[in-house]
Nanobody, 128 residues
Framework: QVQLVESGGGLVQAGGSLRLSCAAS????????TGWFRQTTGKERELIAA????????YYEDSVKGRFTISRDNAKDTVYLQMNSLTPEDTAVYYC?????????????????????WGQGTQVTVSS
């Protein structure tokens, strides 16, 4: 099990950028595939980006492709989500999640049930 702490959320104007960070502690984070989810009130938590533990494979949900970039620094036990060209539709609580995988190139894209460890979330609000 790893403990995850998100940071970097806040209020930004439409068209602006934010970078979220997910800092891990506990077991060797370098063996964990990681995903970023977001959730708005009344909706299910959705996976928007994911990365393998070796960083070579990534996944993006269609609505964030070309605007968001997921990356990781295993030396710092941290995963990032760079968010550009933000719109009010990106307003949500953003969660980091992790799952141990055997293969370094595995990206976990199965949704909430596929991840074992979660952070507490960070609020992102985009004003129009």
């Amino acid at each position: 099990q790893v403990q995850l702490v998100e940071s970097g959320g806040g209020l930004v104007q439409a068209g602006g950028s934010l970078r979220l960070s997910c800092a891990a502690s506990g077991r060797a984070f370098s063996n964990y595939a990681t995903g970023w989810f977001r959730q708005t009130t009344g909706k299910e938590r959705e996976l928007i980006a994911a990365i393998s533990w070796n960083g070579d494979s990534t996944y993006y949900e269609d609505s964030v492709k070309g605007r968001f970039t997921i990356s990781r620094d295993n030396a710092k036990d941290t995963v990032y989500l760079q968010m550009n060209s933000l719109t009010p539709e990106d307003t949500a609580v953003y969660y980091c999640a992790a799952r141990a995988t055997l293969m370094g190139h595995t990206v976990v894209t199965g949704g909430v049930s596929e991840y074992d460890d979660w952070g507490q979330g960070t609020q992102v609000t985009v004003s129009s």
